[in-house]
């Protein structure tokens, strides 16, 4: 499989982080989202944003003993994200390198 860029991995929150919120409501629903094992960016690069309510249970009760850089890297981009903003491309590319590295077929390992 090829490298798979932000934009590819992300189209949500690649157009979101490129062109910012385009308001103080929008920004505060992002603010949630980003904390959110379903909405965040590594949630979307797994594909956990379309999934349903009853998987979405399910993965809550599972979710936890999952890959421990993606746990790392989401908390990072999570923290950046909320208190600056600007810097977040730096741990972005981190779980993007990561992703690709070992998680290329989107499995969690
Ligand atoms: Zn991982």
Redesign the pocket.
């Known amino acids: 499989m090829t490298y798979q860029t932000f934009t590819e991995l992300c189209p949500v929150w690649s157009k979101r982080v490129l062109e910012g919120p385009a308001s103080d409501v929008e920004l505060r629903q992002w603010l949630q989202e980003i904390h959110s094992f379903q909405f965040c960016i ?1 949630g979307e690069a797994f594909g956990h944003r379309n999934i349903g309510e009853e998987q979405k249970k399910k993965m809550e009760i599972d979710f936890m003993p ?6 790392r ?1 989401s908390n990072e981009i999570a923290k950046v994200y909320t208190v600056y903003r600007k810097g977040v491309m730096e741990p972005i590319e981190l ?1 993007i390198d ?2 690709n590295t ?2 290329q077929d989107g499995v ?2």
Request: glycine letters at 0%.
């Open positions: 590594t999952r890959c421990d850089s993606c746990y890297l779980f990561h992703y070992v998680h969690k390992k």
